[in-house]
């Protein structure tokens, strides 16, 4: 292994992850973090801890500088960016490699293509992926989007090239409203990215998101490791994630897997990425790729026993793919509820100090989290403070075993979505894997 000391560039739960696995190959880990993280779980755990600015993202976790100089004063080789902050930003990918530090992540140019969603949608079509009906690229003009519209039929969405988070999205019920929407998600995705370059797609009435992990070495090898039902979604953020979907079939798992896994192959990809469709009538519509590791991951190691962090740090390395796509076999499943420190139901934020923590435990039941008794959650940073994911043989073991380690969980002195996933564990819709991407808010809004 020629990596020996690990930088990761990421707090909360997945700079944790990351410790995990690089200490269980014998790998150093150095932290960085705001002063607000100071006392962190993983500045604690990691070897090495670098205090690299003030509360603010913009002036700590996305430093590039400051990152860079951490990486050189403890001696790092690797730089691994977790997702969120600066693990889809190709210029830092190109700074670090630059630096001849390795970048546990994808080539720059496929994150950056991927980043454009316009050229995502393109390069996915030319590789064979299903598309969802829309402009063939960027739309520049009123009369345009009209034409495209008209062939597709209403209602459309227009989406901003360079959008994430739902952001510089809006749906056009008719041609009634069209250039007033238009200009509305124009300026949003303007003030949001500083490019307001849009694209018109066909919007899919009632579809489930589901998303297909891959992995590639890099030189033209690539395996799929199955899908994620992540179609419980409060304004686009995922709320509960399963693997595999209650709807697809082993046939369609290998058929579409087959696709991506070719996808990846032909660009030669590297690295974990996960490739998102939407899914309606038994259909798949590609939306986009996420060049990084998914908040999610761990559904996908729990039912096919491989480790993905392992597998970036293996990649990254240099070492080729530990599994090939016919020694993977997909056994049983696996339910992730995100945890925030929030009111479970009016999702208000709320940090704080927690007074009392205790996490589930027992078989098959795992929690990423780097809470502690007497740990403040601050209040600059996403509001997710854990993750539970539970395994079971069959998707009714695994609803069991969910709802007896909700019961255990015990997190005081903030308010958390705890009660939220209690309560969906018990819904008959979530029982039967009855649901889509707008069932979630439809369901908040009978509750009230
Ligand atoms: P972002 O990068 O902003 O998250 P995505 O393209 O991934 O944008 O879309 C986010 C969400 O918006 C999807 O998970 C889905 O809920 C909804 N969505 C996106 N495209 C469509 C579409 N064509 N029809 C219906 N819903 C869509």
């Not at 360079?162 to 007033?180: D, F």
């Not at 303007?190 to 891959?214: C, S, W």
């Not at 995922?238 to 660009?267: C, T």
């Not at 380690?405 to 009855?434: C, F, W, Y």
Request: proline letters at 5%; charged letters at 25%; aromatic letters at 6%.
């Amino acid at each position: 292994m020629a990596i020996k000391r690990i930088l990761i560039a990421n707090r909360g739960e997945i700079a944790l992850r990351v410790h995990r696995a690089a200490h269980e190959m014998g790998i150093e880990t150095v932290a960085v973090h705001s002063t607000a993280d100071a006392d962190a779980m993983h500045v604690r755990l990691a070897d090495h801890a670098v205090c690299i600015g003030p509360p603010s993202a913009t002036d700590s976790y996305l430093n590039q500088a400051a990152i860079i100089s951490a990486a050189e004063i403890t001696g790092a080789d690797a730089i691994h960016p977790g997702y969120g902050f600066l693990s889809e930003n190709e210029k830092f990918a190109e700074i670090v490699e630059a630096h001849d530090l390795i970048w546990i992540g994808p080539k720059p140019e496929h994150i950056r293509t991927m980043g454009d969603k316009v050229a995502a949608k393109k390069t996915a079509g030319a590789l064979g992926l299903p598309l969802v009906p829309g402009s063939a690229g960027a739309v520049e003009t009123m009369d345009e989007i009209r034409a495209v519209a008209a062939e597709c039929g209403y209602p459309v969405l227009v989406k901003a090239a360079a959008g994430g988070g739902g952001r510089g999205m809006k749906v056009i019920p008719g041609p009634e409203n069209l250039e007033s929407l238009v200009n509305q998600a124009k300026s949003e995705a303007k003030a949001a990215f500083g490019d307001d370059t849009m694209y018109v797609e066909k919007y899919l009435g009632n579809p489930r998101h589901i998303e297909f992990q891959v992995f590639g070495d890099g030189k033209g090898n690539a395996i799929h490791l199955g899908e994620r039902d992540c179609s419980l979604q409060r304004r686009h953020q995922k709320v509960f994630e399963e693997a595999p979907s209650p709807v697809i079939s082993p046939e369609e798992r290998a058929r579409m897997g087959g696709i991506v896994a070719k996808a990846m192959a032909d660009m030669g990809y590297r690295g974990a990425g996960t490739i998102e469709f939407l899914w309606e009538n038994g259909e798949f519509y590609f939306i986009e790729m996420n060049t990084r590791l998914q908040v999610e991951h761990p559904v996908t190691e729990a039912i096919t026993g491989v480790d993905l962090v392992r597998e970036q740090i293996r990649i990254a390395d240099g070492k080729p793919l530990s599994v090939t796509q016919d020694e993977l076999e997909f056994k049983g499943h696996a339910i992730e509820c995100r945890i925030n420190a929030e009111d479970p139901f009016t999702f208000a934020p709320s940090p704080g100090k927690v007074t009392a923590y205790h996490p589930a435990g027992g078989m098959h039941v795992r929690v990423d989290s780097g809470l502690y008794s007497g740990y403040s959650i601050p209040p600059y940073y996403d509001s997710m403070i854990a993750k539970l994911i539970v395994y079971g043989r069959t998707r009714e073991g695994c609803l069991m075993r969910l709802r007896r380690a909700l019961e255990e969980m015990v997190v005081e002195g903030v308010k958390t979505s705890i009660p939220l996933h209690q309560a969906l564990v018990r819904n008959e819709d979530v029982i039967n894997g009855d649901y889509t991407i707008k069932w979630l808010e439809e369901w908040l809004e009978t509750r009230e």
